[in-house]
């Protein structure tokens, strides 16, 4: 098993920047891809990043695409968010994901999750 603990999360005011880091134990991620998704209230859990086991692929949401970067260290069974220009509408709670054969969506292709870290931008 895989256990995902989510860190970084806080308040900030729109146009600043966080950075989420989720650590791995119980395996090493080293040959899982992973991926951050993130849910709002009242909304459904959405993908907003994934990056292949090898770190070699990355992809993105639209929503997020050229402010948000994933990416992973094999060596610290850590994979990151840094999140850039943030906007309100960023508000959620985070989590990460591993999974063993995707690095995109939908939520049903992973089968390790955290416990979420919350993401508030205030306008």
């Known amino acids: 098993q895989v256990q995902l603990v989510e860190s970084g999360g806080g308040l900030v005011q729109a146009g600043g920047s966080l950075r989420l880091s989720c650590a791995a134990s119980?395996?090493?991620?080293?040959?899982?891809?992973m991926a951050w998704f993130r849910q709002a209230p009242g909304k459904e859990r959405e993908f907003v990043a994934g990056i292949s086991w090898s770190g070699g692929r990355t992809y993105y949401a639209d929503s997020v695409k050229g402010r948000f970067t994933i990416s992973k260290d094999n060596a610290k069974n850590t994979v990151y968010l840094q999140m850039n220009s943030l906007k309100p509408e960023d508000t959620a709670v985070y989590y990460c994901?591993?999974?063993?054969?995707?690095?995109?969506?939908?939520?049903?292709?992973?089968?390790?999750w955290g416990q979420g870290t919350q993401v508030t931008v205030s306008s």
């Open positions: 994901a591993s999974s063993t054969y995707t690095y995109t969506d939908p939520p049903r292709n992973y089968g390790y």
């Open positions: 119980g395996r090493t991620i080293s040959m899982y891809s």
